[in-house]
């Protein structure tokens, strides 16, 4: 969908306000002409004595009343007249500036909600491309210039149009010579406001690009803060956000620097044109051509006519901001959602057994790069497995196709006999809980954090799951307990204690399929062994597949897969594996030969 049927699709519902902001430019600008009509019958007629035609006979009218020799002495109703136009004209002014107030910050209010919307439903896929700060800065900077278009520079806009559509018939009625003379560099200036349109769209997506890269180095160095001082990289990430904010500066100055020209030439342009028309019309005047109000109401409808026509260059430089915004964020909208809708539909109260099979399953990110190779593996219901592997062989891959964080097109996956595609995405994602490398917490309550998967869950509930993820004891020490506040991303707690927040998070949902994906690296040795005791008393209960670099933690598990490359090159109990020479038994033997000498 293009960037303009998106502002289309928000606006409904709410044109009318814009419609209506419109309508009162056109009456605003229509009374603010009047001013310079009610000064040339005052200049001409009550003071010079001539007779001068006002528009729809208003002239004969006050003639016919004796008003204008009444003006003469009473010039003090004329000037009233000319405040009460001027009252009507930015009362007109006001109301034009709320209810384009109103269109644009409910547009703004629908486009944000629907980005947020369309982020969360958006594939594990995309989210695992694109960077944080570049989605931050669409959804904030990118929508507020949107915005800021949509409600003062469009009505705008309109004000630009009806100026000469209103101005240049009454003009024709006062001079068509003097018209001709004053409407000389309209022309130019239009075309010369077009070309720098065509010029400045460039310059504004590059800035607004330059300013996504800065704000995810920003990001990334605050979310990084304990990483940036642990290793006493400061100076490192202060010289990396220097060169992206110098890179967005010279963008920005490149920017102004055209729109520093274009100002420049057309206030030039503006005043030729102004003085073009004094010199001209201060002649006619002399030669007796034109009256000398008829001059003044010239000198001022062509500031009002040439000003917004100069604006259209601000304005079609603020369009052509607004497009480049709006194609960023259409972007993102246009970008397809997560198909969740299945054929199987679970019934809510419905908890699946929790056999898993994976029958020639392959898998790759980029097509030149296979992850997993032809897997084959069944899981029984209840059954505890261990995945063990090198780094990058493919265990946290094979887990996240379960859920199916990333769709697999070769081979298959059932759950209970049923074909994983077939499953409503939500519905199979609430039977199954995971525990990710890199946990992640909320910057709420330890509490919150740990009921966040499920609704209403009692302090019963909270409490035990913290006790089976050995989690009680370290909250207990904190002098709010369970109601902590915890920093961003949980930075109040230590690697070790967000990690077991992470798992009694899962553990409270009581899933019939559990995934533990490194769960234990932060931990000690006699918490791993607490969990690792009450993972023991939860067995039957969960089919549960354990992914970890410690032997102590798979040999608890029922069966073990070894995986190199992508592919299963070992399979069996604990105690099978020590038996055959592989992998398995090598890795033990090194792993106790180290913890022998470290005793």
Same mark, same amino acid.
């Given at each position: 969908m293009t960037a303009q049927k998106y502002v289309l699709k928000y606006s409904i519902g709410i044109k009318y306000r814009f419609v209506s902001a419109i309508l009162f430019i056109a009456i605003g600008t229509f009374f603010s002409f009047l001013t310079p009509l009610v000064l040339r019958f005052i200049i001409d007629s009550v003071l010079g004595g001539k007779p001068v035609d006002l528009p729809l006979g208003i002239h004969h009218w006050l003639a016919g009343q004796g008003t204008v020799t009444g003006l003469l002495h009473n010039l003090m109703f004329a000037g009233a007249v000319i405040v009460l136009l001027n009252?009507?004209? $930015?009362? %007109?002014? %006001?109301?034009? &500036?709320?209810?384009?107030? $109103? %269109?644009?910050?409910? %547009?703004?209010?629908?486009?944000?909600?629907?980005?947020?919307? $369309?982020? +969360?439903?958006l594939p594990f896929s995309w989210h695992s491309k694109i960077q944080t700060g570049d989605i931050v800065q669409r959804c904030t900077s990118d929508v507020d210039t949107v915005r800021r278009f949509l409600g003062s520079q469009l009505p705008e806009l309109g004000r630009g149009i009806f100026m000469p559509i209103l101005l240049i018939p009454i003009m024709l009625s006062l001079s068509p010579r003097m018209t001709l003379i004053s409407l000389s560099a309209v022309p130019l200036i239009f075309l010369y406001a077009y070309i720098f349109f065509r010029k400045v769209k460039k310059k504004f997506l590059a800035a607004d690009e330059a300013e996504g890269v800065m704000t995810t180095v920003l990001d990334e160095a605050l979310n990084g803060i304990r990483v940036v001082r642990a290793f006493a990289r400061q100076d490192h990430e202060i010289v990396r956000f220097d060169q992206a904010a110098d890179v967005y500066r010279e963008k920005c100055r490149k920017l102004i620097t055209v729109l520093a020209y274009y100002w420049s030439t057309s206030d030039m342009l503006c005043q030729v044109q102004i003085a073009a028309v004094l010199v001209f019309g201060i002649h006619l005047t002399i030669t007796g051509a034109i009256t000398l109000g008829t001059l003044l109401a010239f000198s001022t409808y062509v500031g009002m006519l040439l000003w917004p026509v100069r604006e259209m260059g601000r304005i079609l430089t603020d369009m052509g901001r607004a497009f480049v915004a709006m194609k960023r964020l259409a972007e993102i909208l246009d970008t397809e959602q997560e198909k969740v809708e299945g054929y199987f539909d679970l019934p809510d109260d419905y908890r699946i057994r929790g056999k898993i099979d994976f029958i020639d399953v392959s898998f790759a990110y980029e097509p030149e790069h296979q992850v997993l190779d032809k897997i084959n593996l069944s899981i029984k219901p209840g059954e505890t497995i261990a995945l063990l592997g090198a780094t990058g062989s493919g265990k946290s891959t094979l887990v996240n196709l379960i859920p199916r964080l990333f769709d697999y097109e070769i081979g298959k996956i059932r759950i209970d006999g049923v074909e994983l595609k077939r499953f409503n995405r939500r519905q199979l994602r609430r039977q199954i809980g995971i525990v990710l490398q890199e946990p992640f917490l909320y910057s709420r309550t330890i509490a919150e954090n740990i009921g966040f998967? &499920?609704?209403?869950?009692?302090? $019963?509930?909270?409490? +035990?799951?913290a006790r089976e993820a050995a989690l009680h004891d370290s909250v207990s020490e904190f002098e709010l307990g369970y109601e902590t506040l915890l920093g961003e991303r949980g930075i109040t707690l230590s690697g070790g204690q967000r990690q077991r927040t992470a798992i009694a998070r899962t553990l409270i949902l009581d899933p019939p399929i559990l995934i533990l994906d490194d769960a234990l690296s932060a931990v000690d040795s006699e918490t791993e062994h607490q969990i690792r005791e009450n993972l023991l008393r939860r067995k039957g209960r969960a089919t549960t597949i354990i992914i970890s670099h410690r032997l102590t933690s798979v040999a608890i598990a029922d069966r073990i897969v070894v995986l190199e490359h992508g592919r299963i090159v070992q399979l069996g109990t604990h105690e099978e594996l020590l038996r055959q020479p592989g992998p398995y038994q090598r890795i033990w033997h090194i792993q106790h030969e180290l913890e022998a000498e470290a005793g």
């Open positions: 009252l009507i004209a $930015h009362l %007109f002014s %006001f109301l034009r &500036g709320k209810m384009s107030a $109103h %269109f644009s910050e409910e %547009f703004a209010r629908r486009l944000r909600h629907a980005l947020y919307d $369309h982020i +969360q439903k998967a &499920g609704r209403e869950i009692s302090e $019963h509930k909270i409490e +035990q799951a």
